[in-house]
């Protein structure tokens, strides 16, 4: 099993970026993006499940940020608009064997697989 995580790179205030999670050696039921900013605890930032197709987005990403995923390609995607400096981070990409409920989706310990993360640098 293999999480390879890329889109990372330096963006400006109020831009855009995708970032792109290709998963290879299995299906999982419920990915996750996770993020990680120097000297701070990694948080997370959205997840999707599988079986419903359903999102969820934590409190820092409403509003600016969209996840989603390709099925047949097996990869899941962050769309992440109106960057700020405070988005700058490591970027990553989990994967649980189990259909996580709601509440479980943040839960870091939740997932059994992990990408190498990407980083973002949001800065002018």
């Known amino acids: 099993v293999q999480l390879q995580a890329s889109g990372g790179g330096l963006v400006q205030p109020g831009g855009s970026l995708r970032l792109s999670c290709a998963i290879s050696?299995?299906?999982?039921?419920?990915v996750g993006w996770f993020r990680q900013a120097p000297g701070n605890e990694r948080e997370f930032v959205g997840g999707?499940?599988?079986?419903?197709?359903?999102?969820y987005n934590s409190e820092l990403a409403k509003g600016r940020f969209t996840i989603s995923r390709d099925n047949a390609k097996n990869t899941i995607y962050l769309q992440m608009n109106s960057l700020i400096p405070d988005d700058t981070a490591v970027y990553y990409c989990?994967?649980?064997?189990?259909?996580?409920?709601?509440?479980?989706?943040?839960?870091?310990?939740?997932?059994?697989?992990w990408g190498q993360g990407t980083e973002v640098t949001v800065s002018s």
């Open positions: 050696g299995r299906t999982f039921s419920s």
């Open positions: 999707h499940r599988r079986n419903r197709g359903a999102t």
């Open positions: 989990a994967a649980s064997t189990s259909n996580l409920i709601t509440s479980s989706m943040g839960s870091i310990g939740q997932y059994d697989y």
